[in-house]
């Protein structure tokens, strides 16, 4: 017998929504066969099935919101194993009681416009069957709890929302693009609205807008990250005048060939994950009192989520890819992130991560660990700068190269101050010395 729990599906994320169960009980389901459909903040996906076997009892229901970790159902070996299923029926036996109360309750709903309070409640909770009676065309039947919550907390008509998920549903992801549609809105208007206070002294009270679970659970994830590691900064200058000419070069080609632009991240992720292999304590993780040392570079990837949450999806086996493999994923795997189409083990399984703000020209940053991972990389912006080179003659001169910052955050627990510095030297002479042009050929 195996119980199958909401696995983690995301570093940050801590629960789902049930969205279809796939199998349903009674059913021979495979080991690693599609078992049911979750929906979370950051991923829309279907999750395979932990074990072989006969689904004898379903524990979370469709539509229902659980935590990471909480039993959803049971896999028995045989079909002769339902013995879970007899608790379930004395439930059903025993409700028998209740339909009394609701037979009851229609006749007494006139006298509910008495209580003032009470009509507003009972019109909500009216609508999604008036909808259903559209033929789910206005608003569909089964809104996540997570939804639900979200639609009452801002007050959203969902009729009005065109739901983007399966069979027209609403998704978590449709009602937080009408808030931040709501919330750019007030933006465009100040010129109209600068009311004085009481007293005409200033400008009126600061808009409220509510943390979005994203980022309550980031910041959640964040803070425990702070309190688990002893949290190092170490940085270097990296000259990246060799992979910048071979940028330049190779522009074109590389465009009309991926379809995409050619960066700066391959060459750092891929320098990067040579690197470890020279220092292996920086691909661990923290267990318990122990360091778990990977012997495989899982690169996580950090993806911004137009500007409302951070994911990482996973570049497994990293270390046995070229640059050009490596490039390909991270611009797949970033825009199915966007587009919430990632399954769990896309975003899970990370042993080492780097952070790409340099984008925005950032100079130096000092990311936070992704637990349980010791250390992660911000890639931070790389300008034009005037630097000292010196020719085979030992002469120097003064040239303008692309010169920017690699910033390494680190736990103390793993390791010293001198294992940084030193992986991170090996880092940047990988990335100045480097025969790039037959890396990209």
Avoid at 30 to 49: A, M, N, Q, Y
Avoid at 75 to 94: G, L
Avoid at 229 to 237: F, I, K, R
Avoid at 421 to 435: G, V
Wanted: proline letters at 9%; aromatic letters at 4%.
């Amino acid at each position: 017998m195996a119980d199958v729990v909401l696995p983690q599906l995301g570093e940050t994320v801590t629960e789902g929504t049930i969205i279809r169960w796939i199998r349903q009980v009674g059913d021979e389901v495979g080991r690693d066969e599609p078992l049911f459909e979750i929906s979370t903040d950051k991923v829309d996906s279907e999750v395979p099935s932990p074990a072989s076997g006969i689904l004898t009892q379903v524990v979370a229901a469709e539509g229902e919101t659980v935590e990471v970790g909480a039993l959803l159902a049971v896999i028995s070996e045989s079909a002769d194993s339902p013995a879970p299923e007899p608790p379930a029926s004395p439930e059903p036996a025993a409700a028998p009681e209740p339909p009394e109360a609701p037979a009851a309750e229609p006749e007494p709903a006139p006298a509910a416009t008495d209580a003032g309070p009470e009509p507003a409640p009972a019109a909500a909770d009216a609508a999604p069957p008036a909808a259903a009676a559209d033929g789910g065309r206005s608003q569909p039947r089964l809104l996540s709890p997570v939804v639900r919550r979200l639609v009452n907390e801002h007050r959203i008509d969902v009729a009005g929302i065109e739901g983007s998920g399966v069979g027209g549903r609403v998704t978590r992801a449709d009602v937080e693009r009408v808030i931040r549609d709501r919330q750019v809105a007030p933006r465009q208007a100040p010129e109209a609205a600068p009311e004085p206070k009481a007293g005409g002294v200033g400008p009126a009270d600061p808009q409220i807008v509510p943390l979005s679970n994203i980022r309550k659970t980031i910041g959640r994830h964040m803070v425990a990250s702070k309190a688990t590691s002893p949290h190092v900064l170490t940085a270097v200058e990296v000259d990246f005048e060799g992979v910048e000419r071979v940028r330049r070069e190779a522009r074109a080609a590389w465009r009309a060939e991926e379809g995409f632009g050619l960066t700066y991240l391959p060459f750092i992720a891929r320098a990067t994950c040579d690197a470890i292999s020279d220092f292996p304590h920086l691909n661990a993780s923290i267990v318990g009192s122990d360091l778990a040392v990977h012997r495989s570079v899982h690169l996580a990837v950090a993806v911004d989520l137009d500007f409302q949450g951070l994911l990482a999806p996973v570049v497994r086996d990293a270390e046995t890819k070229r640059l050009r493999a490596i490039a390909r994923e991270v611009v797949d795997l970033a825009a199915r992130a966007r587009r919430k189409e990632l399954s769990a083990a896309e975003v899970t399984g990370g042993t080492f991560t780097i952070t790409n703000p340099g984008q925005y020209g950032t100079l130096m940053q000092f990311p936070i660990i992704n637990q349980p991972q010791v250390a992660i990389l911000s890639t931070d912006g790389i300008r034009r700068r005037p630097v000292v080179v010196t020719d085979a003659q030992g002469d120097e001169a003064i040239a303008v190269h692309s010169v920017g910052v690699l910033a390494l955050a680190w736990d103390h627990r793993a390791f010293d101050g001198a294992y940084v510095a030193a992986f991170l030297d090996r880092l940047r002479h990988i990335i100045q010395t480097r025969d790039w042009e037959a890396e990209i050929a």
